[in-house]
């Protein structure tokens, strides 16, 4: 059971470069969220997803879009990346019960320069 | 907004020890979440609470929940170099969408 998977691992990017980061998840789950973890900081949520078609801003949203096209899917795009995107981005999912399990990806460095 | 803060930041301490987190809401959670994080990977779950005054017990890490639903604690019986890690709580307010505190990273020493 793969879970969460999240491609690339690692990326560096160019100041002003797009890049998608991909998130998958194969337990049907309707629940996906992006976060990201700057050094030594808890997670901040940037995106989330109730169901395909379907996608909402979280608290850090700015310079970057979601889109959510099939249950399984939920990519992260950044628009024109800049150095205070550097971090470390995870992908999550769960069956949207609150206080249900949430599983998360195993994270995607991003360094911009 | 709600904030959560975690206290200690960083800890150290030789295996074997006792040791306790502790985590303040500015408002009160829906539904508290304990998660640890290792390097180089995601948080894992460890336990969700959502009653006043509730305690949980999972092998040696003891849970407990404020009465008033916006603290928690998280104590630990005879750490382990295998309980290193980044201890977050979060609050789990609408099944997807979680608020984190800034964790406590813990260190046990052999």
């Known amino acids: 059971n793969a879970g969460v998977t999240q491609t690339p691992k690692f990326q560096v990017l160019k100041t002003g470069q797009s890049m998608t980061l991909q998130c998958a998840q194969d337990m049907n789950h309707e629940y996906m969220s992006w976060y990201r973890q700057d050094p030594g900081m808890g997670l901040r949520l940037i995106h989330y997803?109730?169901?395909?078609?379907?996608?909402d801003q979280g608290e850090v949203p700015n310079g970057y879009n979601v889109s959510r096209s099939t249950t399984e899917d939920f990519p992260l795009r950044l628009l024109s990346a800049a150095p205070s995107q550097t971090s470390v981005y995870f992908c999550?999912?769960?069956?949207?019960?609150?206080?249900?399990?949430?599983?998360f990806g195993e994270g995607s460095w991003l360094t911009v320069v | 907004t709600q904030l959560l803060e975690q206290s200690p930041q960083f800890l150290s301490i030789q295996e074997g020890e006792n040791l306790t987190v502790y985590c303040n809401s500015s408002?009160?959670?829906?539904?508290l979440q304990w998660y640890r994080q290792e390097p180089g990977e995601g948080p894992v779950l460890l336990v969700t609470v959502v009653t006043g005054g509730e305690v949980k017990k999972l092998k040696r890490l003891t849970f407990q929940f404020g009465d008033a639903r916006k603290d928690s604690s998280l104590h630990i019986t005879a750490a382990q170099p295998g309980d290193t890690g980044l201890y977050l709580c979060a609050d789990n307010n609408a099944g997807n969408m979680l608020t984190f505190g800034g964790g406590t990273r813990l260190m046990v020493k052999p």
């Open positions: 999550a999912s769960t069956d949207g019960i609150s206080g249900n399990t949430i599983y």
């Open positions: 997803s109730v169901g395909a078609g379907i996608t």
């Open positions: 408002s009160v959670f829906s539904s």
